[in-house]
């Protein structure tokens, strides 16, 4: 079956130090975004008589990240900078399903787990404000804001690095979701990550958490 429809992704992103991955050098946050979802699934098998079962599947998705977020305390903000991932993967899942097995197959809830992978683009740019070896400049604005200082936002961007990155190549992904159907409507939920190509000087950490509704055409 093929799945047209929208889905609403909420996306972070970290910055880590490439030599010890362990250093956040920055954090992006997003806000629910839409972006349209396609997807081409194969019919659900399951292991015998059991409501457990898997399918094969490729999707196209996309999400953002419009907002900086200065430490864990802090409200997120738009310091103008941004990070877009974009994926087609193929994506086995596994999941317990009710409602499936029956003789109502288009009306059923299930929860699952999946791997994916697929072809990645991320880009974007980003201020480095926890960079530990960053200006004292870049280093008091950065004090300056987290202490409620909204002016020191714009010294933050005149003091502190601001990095570019645009990789594509091969990724990998795993999600957690939950899913449901009724007629030719579905709808589901996603908790996933992403493992991306190395970047030539920093680790990408995405995450997503997604919201899809889709419009299901059986193809046979």
């Given at each position: 079956h093929v799945k047209l429809g929208l889905a609403l992704a909420n996306q972070t992103l970290l910055i880590k130090d490439k030599k010890t991955e362990k250093i956040t050098l920055a954090k992006m946050e997003g806000d629910l975004t839409p972006a349209p979802y396609y997807g081409v699934s194969t019919k659900k098998s399951f292991f015998g008589d059991s409501n457990f079962g898997y399918e094969f599947g490729f999707a196209y998705s996309n999400s953002y990240a419009l907002n900086q977020k200065v430490d864990e305390n802090s409200q997120k903000d738009d310091f103008g900078t941004y990070s877009a991932i974009s994926m087609v993967t193929f994506s086995p899942t596994a999941f317990y399903g009710y409602g499936i097995n029956d003789?109502?197959?288009?009306?059923?809830?299930?929860?699952?787990?999946?791997?994916?992978?697929?072809?990645?683009?991320?880009?974007?740019?980003?201020?480095?404000?926890?960079?530990?070896?960053?200006?004292?400049?870049?280093?008091n604005a950065v004090n300056g804001y987290k202490k409620g200082d909204k002016s020191a936002m714009e010294t933050i961007k005149n003091q502190c690095t601001q990095i570019e990155y645009n990789d594509s190549g091969f990724g990998l992904s795993s999600r957690v979701f939950i899913e449901g159907r009724y007629g030719n409507f579905y709808g589901s939920f996603d908790v996933g990550a992403i493992q991306l190509k190395e970047n030539e000087d920093y680790h990408l950490e995405p995450a997503t958490q997604v919201l899809t509704f889709a419009y299901v055409i059986d193809l046979n």
């Open positions: 003789s109502t197959p288009d009306q059923f809830v299930s929860i699952g787990v999946g791997l994916g992978v697929g072809y990645t683009t991320v880009k974007g740019t980003t201020y480095l404000t926890e960079d530990p070896d960053a200006s004292a400049d870049c280093k």
